[in-house]
């Protein structure tokens, strides 16, 4: 695996310009020289204690990153690479190094001569995918060996190894997903601060709450959609936004209509959402036509003083007439806890304002609007017909099934006679031929002998002779004596247990290498292609290798326990001969196929 | 149907319903001879009846083309008692009655072939497990019900389905089925069904003392058995017969809706109807590590 030295700059942090100096590695440890001789950044790390890297993208001018982390969650050494070639070997010598230590090498173009297609060899992994691999690897002992044996033996591909172990790398993979994030349940608030000095507010927004805003007032988003960048600019627009919400806050009326006499794009935070009200149309119609809340307005409390309190807790003292929003702390919270029950549509990358609020548009839809006003009446009617039906006098309301299609039982009988009919016709084999020269008239007659003899005799044949008695106790503890020796304890167990430990440990290695290469030797047929050719071609060759040291384990053996490895090794060599026989057969198939090569 | 489950069963007294093979073309071949098996099984009958005068023994006979009850002790009245000469004379009329209606069955019918060697295991099985209802539908104590059956004849598989339909109502009723062979072959049939309702299954390689194993291993009552260390069947033959062919089958192919079995790719299954409407791949082709 040999060294590497290479120009970088150590970094604290992504944004820290870093220390220029010279970077070594090797197979067990990597150091970093400055090249100021008098910087403190020097450091000598042995790559046990590294347990994994990750790397940038690189886009623009951002410098090329790699960072080897530490065992422990405190960090790990970042440095800055000039080119991005540079980063990647670096990265890729570092890839090897922890695999090595870890038990297991990241896949190498050059360590496979014998891959007859490169595409499918050369799988691209994530860095969380190889991750997820050496964990496993390292948490199962088995597979390590497995994975020692096949893999890094050049007998199985790393892929074609984790293939057959997909739902093992699943399961971790579903323990890693996260919970995904929605809006936040807290009302969007943004509050200024000012610095004191001056008669400047600040108000600070990050592209979460400007994705809040926008999903909960959709008049702010369409307004943003219309005026920026063409008419505004980003900040002049928020400056709009925050200038009319103070208006609305102060509650100054008179000044709020002023100011949207004179601006028209402020004039637009000002009003009524117009969106949200069409919406609010929409859903007042679904509702349950025979609830009338004017109705029940005289019973409720919606008239009383005390309700209606506006957001920052102070009674409504609103002028009804205004043309301006009467926003109400109900109404905010039911809008706000409709956007966050309806959740994200997507993971949205919330990188500028630009993006958050295409991608906001694009997730919604706009609802077929069905402007026909005799249509949407037609519909409340039919509503207001089903609310009101009484339930008792309809009829029951079909459900769609398809019959359940159960076959004449009689017809089942009757094949079932033809078929015993025919059996009694058929041919017979040598034993039942032998009988064939009595016919049935003849048997009968000789029972009928049988009775009568009987009948004539009566009981007068001794029913026990003293060596028959012997004969059939010795045969029943014989056989009840077996039946209990195999009985008190588990077959398996017991052979297993009069073997040499080293023997044992051997025979349980190699039966499990031969699960390994027989699931993938059974699930490669049938043999579509080049690939799958080659592969069968590999593990039989393993296979045969196995089955030569299985009959060595047999002739080795002590004799004492001979018989016992012979039976634990016959199971292993049966399947696969079984394998073995199958590879024959294709060939012979393909062979008389003719021409194509591979059979199929 | 009344669960068997909710029965009150007496502990020590025993129901148990005997299935005799009368296969006439067995008999003319077998080692043992017809007389000397009936002497054999009467004895074993009585020594039954004498363990508890509770205990109740039928006998039902299992020819080529029907079956009968040829003894009943229930029918012997208390008052009677029971004496071997007494269930010899009963029994050995009514067997010599069976054969005869048998011999001529067969005789008018002709379907039968000299070949067809089977006896009606099926039906034989349905009408002890017919009997064991009644007694459980009557009183309410019970004798603990078991069927013996002792069979010559090799395994008919054209009554796969019937049998184990048998097998399984006899598991469902809690009814041991105990299998004694007495001709040359064992048994796929008898061995799963003592399996499945946990009988005993025996093999005796000395047919001149089979009274000696009948007596050993089937004469003590269930409860008994369990203090007991009785022969246990080491292997068991599991195969299935195909539905369509009636052959035994090592492996094939199951209906997915309601698990008839066939040894050939079907398009539709002829036991539910059922369309298989996708290719199959050749079996030959399929990995059959299962071996």
């Known amino acids: 695996m040999g060294s590497m030295t290479i120009g970088a700059k150590y970094k604290t942090t ?148 984790w293939a057959t172990r997909k739902n093992l790398l699943d399961d971790e993979a579903n323990k890693a997903s996260k919970q995904r994030s929605g809006f936040k349940s807290a009302l969007v608030d943004v509050r200024p601060s000012a610095d004191g000095r001056t008669n400047k507010v600040t108000f600070q927004l990050t592209t979460e709450t400007i994705h809040q805003i926008f999903a909960e007032k959709p008049a702010v988003h369409r307004a943003f959609l219309n005026f920026v960048p063409k008419k505004l600019s980003e900040s002049q627009f928020w400056e709009k936004y925050f200038r009319a919400e103070y208006l609305l806050r102060t509650k100054n009326t008179a000044a709020a209509t002023a100011e949207a006499a004179g601006d028209e794009e402020l004039a637009v935070f000002l009003k009524n959402d117009d969106i ?69 549509a997507s993971d949205v990358e919330l990188t500028n304002t630009k993006t958050v609020a295409e ?56 094949s079932q006679q033809a078929n015993a009919l025919r059996s009694l016709g058929g041919t017979n084999d040598g034993r039942k031929a032998r009988n064939c020269s009595l016919s049935t008239e003849e048997a009968f007659h000789h029972l009928m002998d049988q009775v009568s003899s009987i009948k004539v005799n009566k009981l007068n044949c001794p029913i026990i002779q003293s060596d028959m008695a012997l004969k059939v106790l010795n045969e029943l503890n014989e056989g009840i004596s077996r039946s209990r020796r195999l009985n008190l304890k588990n077959p398996q167990e017991g052979l297993l247990g009069q073997l040499p430990q080293h023997t044992r440990d051997e025979l349980m290695d190699h039966w499990t290498a031969i699960q390994e290469l027989l699931r993938h030797f059974w699930s490669s047929y049938p043999v579509t292609s080049a690939v799958l050719y080659n592969k ?50 294709q060939q012979q198939k393909s062979s008389k196929g003719g021409s194509r090569p591979n059979g199929f | 149907m009344t669960s068997a489950h909710s029965k009150l069963y007496s502990d020590d007294v025993s129901l148990v319903v005997v299935l005799v093979d009368t296969n006439p073309i067995f008999w003319a071949t ?89 006896s009606l295991l099926s039906g034989a099985l349905s009408l002890a497990l017919c009997y064991i209802q009644r007694i459980f539908r009557s009183g309410t104590r019970h004798p603990q019900p078991r069927i013996l059956c002792l069979q010559g004849s090799p395994d008919g598989p054209e009554q796969y389905v019937a049998v184990m339909n048998s097998i399984f109502s006899a598991q469902r009723s809690v009814v041991p089925i105990d299998s004694c062979i007495v001709g040359t072959q064992d048994s796929a049939f008898l061995q799963q069904a003592s399996y499945i309702t946990g009988g005993v299954y025996l093999k005796p390689q000395e047919l001149n003392g089979l009274f000696q194993y009948l007596a050993a291993v089937f004469a003590t009552d269930l409860h008994s058995r369990a203090f007991l260390r009785l022969p246990k069947t080491l292997g068991v033959d599991f195969r299935a017969s195909c539905f369509c062919h009636k052959k035994t089958i090592d492996m094939g192919y199951v209906c997915s809706v309601c698990l008839s079995i066939f040894c050939k790719n079907q398009r539709k299954c002829s036991t539910c109807g059922s369309e298989f409407s996708r290719v199959m791949p050749d079996l030959n082709s399929m990995p059959d590590q299962s071996k």
């Open chain 1, 359 to 414: 991608a906001l548009a694009r997730s919604k839809k706009e609802p077929p609007s069905n402007s026909a006003v005799d249509d949407a009446n037609h519909e409340r009617l039919l509503k207001v017909a089903r609310m009101t039906e009484i339930e008792d006098l309809q009829a029951p309301r079909s459900l769609p099934y398809a019959p359940l299609c159960i076959k004449d039982p009689k017809e089942y009988f009757d």
């Open chain 1, 276 to 344: 949200l009200a069409k919406e609010a149309m929409l859903k007042i119609k679904r509702v349950d036509p025979t609830l009338d809340m004017e109705a029940d307005a005289g019973d409720d409390y919606i008239h009383l003083p005390d309700h209606g309190i506006l957001r920052d807790g102070s009674k409504e003292t609103v002028d009804t007439d205004s043309e301006l929003v009467r926003r109400t702390l109900s109404q905010d919270l039911n809008r706000h806890a409709a956007v966050v029950l309806e959740g994200k």
């Open chain 1, 14 to 161: 992504p944004k820290d310009p870093g220390t220029p100096g010279i970077l070594r590695m090797n197979e067990d440890k990597f150091t970093f020289i400055p090249n100021d001789p008098r910087s403190a950044m020097k450091f000598n790390v042995d790559f046990r204690s590294i347990k994994g890297h990750k790397f940038n993208k690189v886009d623009g001018d951002k410098p090329a990153l790699l960072n080897l982390l530490k065992e422990e969650k405190a960090g790990g050494y970042m440095f800055g690479f000039d080119s991005v070639g540079n980063r990647d070997l670096c990265r890729d010598f570092v890839a090897r190094v922890l695999g090595k230590h870890q038990g297991i090498v990241p896949s190498r173009p050059t360590a496979r001569p014998d891959n007859s297609v490169a595409s499918a060899g050369l799988e691209q992994l994530s860095a969380a995918e190889v991750e997820r691999r050496v964990k496993l690897l390292r948490e199962d002992s088995e597979l390590q060996k497995l994975h020692k044996k096949f893999v890094l033996g050049n007998i199985l591909q790393e892929s074609e190894f």
């Open chain 2, 30 to 118: 077998a080692a043992l001879p017809f007389a000397d098996f009936f002497a054999h099984l009467i004895h074993f009958v009585n020594s039954i009846l004498l363990l508890n005068h509770l205990n109740r023994v039928v006998i039902i006979a299992a020819g080529v083309s029907s079956c009968a009850y040829i003894f009943d002790s229930s029918d012997a009245g208390p008052a009677s008692g029971v004496g071997v000469s007494d269930t010899f004379d009963k029994a050995s009329r009514k067997v010599e009655e069976f054969i005869a209606q048998e011999a001529r069955a067969t005789a008018s019918n002709g379907s039968v072939a000299p070949a067809n060697t089977s």
């Open chain 1, 536 to 585: 069968v071609q590999r593990v039989k060759e393993a296979m045969t290798q196995i089955y030569q040291k299985l009959q060595h384990i047999k002739e080795s053996a002590q004799p004492d326990v001979r018989h016992e490895v012979s039976r634990l090794v016959k199971p292993m060599t049966q399947a696969l001969d079984a394998a073995f026989n199958h590879d024959l057969e």
